[in-house]
């Protein structure tokens, strides 16, 4: 486990993975786009940026930005 502040979950069953910052739900994201919005409400503005930094981003199970079944 790291220690990045940002953590996407495994996707669920039926698709989207639930996001977690600084261990507070962020809510369920089905595209990197909702990602970015869940970190700009949460004060960064630069979300896009980080998503691929581990120092900012742990993806939890399968592979980085894939959601699952849409």
């Known amino acids: 486990m790291s ?3 940002i953590i996407v979950h495994r996707a669920a069953g039926k698709g989207g993975r639930r996001v977690t ?3 507070r739900i962020a809510g369920l994201a ?3 786009e909702d990602v970015v919005e869940f970190l700009r409400r949460a004060g960064l503005p630069d979300a896009g ?3 691929d930094d581990p120092r ?3 993806w939890q199970g399968g592979h980085p930005h894939d959601y ?3």
């Open 3 to 5: 220690d990045a502040p």
């Open 21 to 23: 910052i600084r261990a």
């Open 30 to 32: 089905r595209s990197d």
């Open 49 to 51: 940026d980080v998503l």
């Open 56 to 58: 900012w981003v742990e």
């Open 68 to 70: 699952g079944a849409t």
